[in-house]
């Protein structure tokens, strides 16, 4: 049994309370890495308290990484977690046991403080009756017309409900569109963003590489660009207007269409972001959107709006593969939308990256040059490769996961590290970023 103790004088909420002593069991060193935790049924006959407290304590301590596991499955306390982090093992994880806390650029915070709208929103939808037989091929029509309304007043995109299509994601939204594209080559940014590299190259489909900072003037030998303006993936870059102007003009010119990655254009802590590039020339323009960074990657939800000449093509696509979200995402995502959820998650994951994304800096400025400005939940470092692959590797032996720019570059020779800070907790950043720190120095 844990050695907890509940205060009910204590004006915090007892679930609090509950991941308060948990928490500072681990930092102690009483609960390792792996252990296993009780079920929240046995915490709460243990303590005396109801099941929905022990609840809110596992729910928090989830949110926040110090633990891992789900209902059914059990709990244990997550790798990296505590003095493990904060002294680092020289021992690799595999030998532990524990896995690794990844760093990585696509893992967004949560703020586990909406977590009750989370599930009111599921148990709206667990009442509701879904579709008899197929639904609507671009998805459900009250989260389309939430999501145009939305469209159009944050990313300047002039569009009804049914120009939007529900997706499992951009990957998703990609392979629709690839599906209704001639099977010529894509280009892609380079460095940019992989899962877009690979799925091009699964289509069949050649790739093309666009150096990421430079003016795209020639499409002649691709059927699409495939770009991320608001936030170029990895290195940061806001796509300046001329280059816009540009990219458009060439593909209009060399009869591509450009894929307009929108993936975090939510998460700027400096200004507003620039309109979307479909918001200048829909009829050139896919844009995919995406829940990944807002709310979950694992929710597999995203939207595209695509230029009117595909669509026809897009319609018939889905209609014969019924390749949709599935529904009760849909519906939930609706309600977490309707509801606010979304713009909480999103205002305070911004918050939080505003006041993360300096701490990287500190660590890392002395040793390595940032390479555009920082928006969202990573920032990109260039430095020579041998050091990043040293630092990556004194990251790995203390139980951390970053990723080497070399990982998003084909052509190009950018070398680098590039740090997420939106999946671990702040004490997992800090022992991160003081072993990359450490290790640069050296
Ligand atoms: C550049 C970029 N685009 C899109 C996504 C999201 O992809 P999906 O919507 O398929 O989860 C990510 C996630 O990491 C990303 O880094």
């Given at each position: 049994?844990?050695?907890?103790?509940?205060?009910?004088?204590d004006?915090?909420?007892?679930?609090?309370?509950?991941?308060?002593?948990?928490?500072r069991?681990?930092?102690?060193?009483?609960?390792?890495?792996?252990?296993?935790?009780?079920?929240?049924?046995?915490?709460?006959?243990?303590?005396?308290?109801?099941?929905?407290?022990?609840?809110?304590?596992?729910?928090?301590?989830?949110?926040?990484?110090?633990?891992?596991?789900?209902?059914?499955?059990?709990?244990w306390?997550?790798?990296?977690?505590g003095?493990?982090?904060?002294?680092?093992?020289?021992r690799?994880?595999t030998?532990?046991?524990?896995p690794?806390?990844?760093?990585?650029a696509?893992?967004?915070?949560?703020?586990?403080?909406?977590?009750?709208?989370?599930?009111?929103?599921?148990?709206?939808?667990?009442?509701?009756?879904?579709?008899?037989?197929?639904?609507?091929?671009?998805?459900?029509p009250?989260?389309?017309?939430?999501?145009?309304?939305?469209?159009?007043?944050?990313?300047?995109?002039?569009?009804?409900?049914?120009d939007?299509?529900?997706?499992?994601?951009?990957?998703?939204?990609?392979?629709?569109v690839?599906?209704?594209?001639?099977?010529?080559?894509v280009?892609?940014?380079?460095?940019?963003?992989?899962?877009?590299?690979?799925?091009?190259?699964?289509?069949?489909?050649?790739?093309?590489?666009?150096?990421a900072?430079?003016?795209?003037?020639?499409?002649?030998?691709?059927?699409?660009?495939?770009?991320?303006?608001?936030h170029?993936?990895?290195?940061?870059?806001?796509?300046?207007?001329?280059?816009?102007?540009?990219?458009?003009?060439?593909?209009?010119?060399?009869?591509?269409?450009?894929l307009?990655?929108?993936y975090?254009?939510?998460?700027?802590?400096?200004?507003?972001?620039?309109?979307?590039?479909?918001?200048?020339?829909?009829?050139?323009?896919?844009?995919?959107?995406?829940?990944?960074?807002?709310?979950?990657?694992?929710?597999?939800?995203?939207?595209?709006?695509?230029?009117?000449?595909?669509?026809?093509?897009?319609?018939?696509?889905?209609?014969?593969?019924?390749?949709a979200?599935?529904?009760?995402?849909?519906?939930?995502y609706?309600?977490?939308?309707?509801?606010?959820?979304?713009?909480?998650?999103?205002?305070?994951?911004?918050?939080?990256?505003?006041?993360?994304?300096?701490?990287?800096a500190?660590?890392?400025?002395?040793?390595?040059?940032l390479a555009?400005?920082?928006?969202?939940?990573?920032?990109?470092?260039?430095?020579?490769?041998?050091?990043?692959?040293?630092?990556?590797?004194?990251?790995?032996?203390?139980?951390?996961?970053?990723?080497?720019l070399?990982?998003?570059?084909?052509?190009?020779?950018?070398?680098?590290?590039v740090?997420?800070?939106?999946?671990?907790?702040?004490?997992?950043?800090?022992a991160?970023?003081?072993?990359?720190?450490?290790?640069?120095?050296?």
């Amino acid at each position: 049994m844990l050695p907890l103790s509940l205060d009910r004088s204590d004006p915090r909420p007892l679930g609090l309370q509950l991941a308060d002593q948990v928490r500072r069991l681990v930092l102690a060193g009483t609960l390792s890495p792996g252990d296993r935790l009780p079920s929240t049924r046995r915490l709460a006959a243990d303590l005396g308290v109801a099941r929905s407290v022990a609840e809110q304590g596992w729910d928090q301590l989830r949110a926040e990484g110090w633990i891992e596991g789900r209902q059914g499955s059990g709990t244990w306390v997550a790798g990296g977690a505590g003095p493990v982090a904060a002294t680092p093992s020289r021992r690799p994880p595999t030998e532990t046991g524990a896995p690794l806390v990844h760093l990585d650029a696509g893992t967004p915070w949560i703020d586990p403080r909406h977590a009750a709208a989370w599930r009111r929103a599921w148990r709206e939808v667990s009442a509701a009756t879904p579709p008899r037989g197929y639904d609507d091929p671009r998805g459900l029509p009250v989260l389309r017309e939430l999501l145009a309304e939305r469209l159009g007043r944050t990313r300047g995109l002039a569009i009804d409900p049914d120009d939007v299509v529900l997706t499992a994601g951009t990957t998703a939204g990609l392979r629709h569109v690839l599906a209704v594209l001639p099977r010529e080559p894509v280009a892609v940014e380079d460095p940019g963003y992989r899962a877009a590299v690979l799925t091009v190259e699964e289509s069949g489909r050649a790739v093309v590489d666009l150096p990421a900072l430079e003016p795209v003037t020639d499409l002649a030998t691709a059927c699409a660009a495939y770009v991320t303006p608001a936030h170029q993936h990895p290195l940061g870059r806001v796509m300046p207007a001329e280059d816009r102007l540009t990219l458009l003009a060439t593909a209009r010119r060399d009869g591509a269409v450009v894929l307009e990655d929108d993936y975090d254009s939510e998460f700027r802590y400096d200004v507003a972001p620039v309109p979307a590039l479909a918001s200048l020339e829909p009829d050139l323009v896919a844009y995919l959107g995406t829940a990944s960074k807002s709310v979950a990657p694992s929710l597999r939800l995203g939207w595209l709006v695509a230029p009117r000449g595909l669509r026809d093509d897009l319609d018939r696509h889905r209609r014969i593969t019924h390749d949709a979200p599935a529904w009760p995402v849909q519906r939930a995502y609706w309600a977490l939308l309707r509801d606010g959820y979304v713009d909480a998650v999103v205002r305070s994951a911004r918050r939080t990256y505003a006041e993360r994304a300096p701490r990287v800096a500190a660590a890392l400025a002395p040793y390595a040059e940032l390479a555009g400005p920082v928006a969202g939940m990573y920032s990109t470092w260039l430095l020579p490769h041998d050091r990043a692959l040293r630092a990556r590797r004194a990251a790995q032996d203390a139980g951390f996961r970053v990723n080497l720019l070399a990982d998003y570059t084909r052509s190009s020779d950018l070398t680098g590290l590039v740090v997420g800070f939106g999946g671990p907790t702040d004490t997992q950043l800090d022992a991160a970023l003081a072993v990359l720190a450490r290790s640069l120095s050296e």
